[in-house]
């Protein structure tokens, strides 16, 4: 669990925005999201594909910029 030490005279939004920071650089929230629901292993398996397939299009159409 990520934990903030505030400064002296530092303001709340300051120091909430720092532990925002860490929790995204850490992953929390995405790993939050993911075990929101159960998904299946073959939802999983299709997810997965989904994405390597968009992934492997986005490189296929390089453009000449």
């Known amino acids: 669990m990520p934990g903030v030490i505030v400064r002296e005279s ?3 939004e300051s120091a ?3 532990f925002k920071k860490r ?3 850490e992953g929390i929230l995405a790993d939050f999201r993911k075990h929101q ?3 299946k292993p073959s939802e999983r ?3 997965k594909i989904h994405a ?3 992934k492997s299009a ?3 159409r390089t453009s000449t910029r």
């Open 37 to 39: 629901h159960f998904e």
């Open 45 to 47: 398996r299709k997810r």
């Open 10 to 12: 530092e303001s709340f």
């Open 58 to 60: 986005r490189k296929g």
């Open 23 to 25: 929790c995204e650089k």
């Open 52 to 54: 390597a397939k968009r």
């Open 16 to 18: 909430f925005k720092r």
